[in-house]
């Protein structure tokens, strides 16, 4: 059985820190990209991070680039999205999936429950 299961989140004041964490089970993690995602409401989710399958290579959205960074742990079966000097317009629920290259579709159909961010004075 596939999981993916998300944690991290909190309320934090702009320009604070957070670490978000992905833990996998059920698949094949180190042959997987993972991206992170996150939807704030009233709005589409938007791709934040995408990570190769041995971290080689990452890509940021415009909006998080030099503030967040995005690592992974194969031995763990988790991937890590740190985020720092929040801005308000973080807020919103995180998520993680796994991309599937040769299907151009992600390894989970539905999504999960995802980690709230609330950045907020």
């Known amino acids: 059985q596939v999981q993916l299961v998300e944690s991290g989140g909190a309320l934090v004041q702009p320009g604070g820190s957070l670490r978000l964490s992905c833990v996998a089970s059920?698949?094949?993690?180190?042959?997987?990209?993972m991206r992170w995602y996150r939807q704030a409401p009233g709005k589409e989710r938007e791709l934040v991070a995408v990570?190769?399958?041995?971290?080689?290579?990452?890509n940021l959205a415009d909006s998080v680039k030099g503030r967040f960074t995005c690592s992974r742990d194969n031995a763990g079966n988790t991937v890590y999205l740190q985020m720092n000097n929040l801005k308000p317009e973080d807020t919103a629920v995180y998520y993680c999936?796994?991309?599937?290259?040769?299907?151009?579709?992600?390894?989970?159909?539905?999504w999960g429950q995802g980690t709230q961010v609330t950045v907020s004075s």
């Open positions: 999936n796994a991309w599937k290259n040769f299907y151009g579709s992600h390894l989970l159909n539905s």
């Open positions: 059920g698949f094949n993690f180190k042959n997987y990209v």
């Open positions: 990570i190769s399958d041995v971290g080689a290579t990452i």
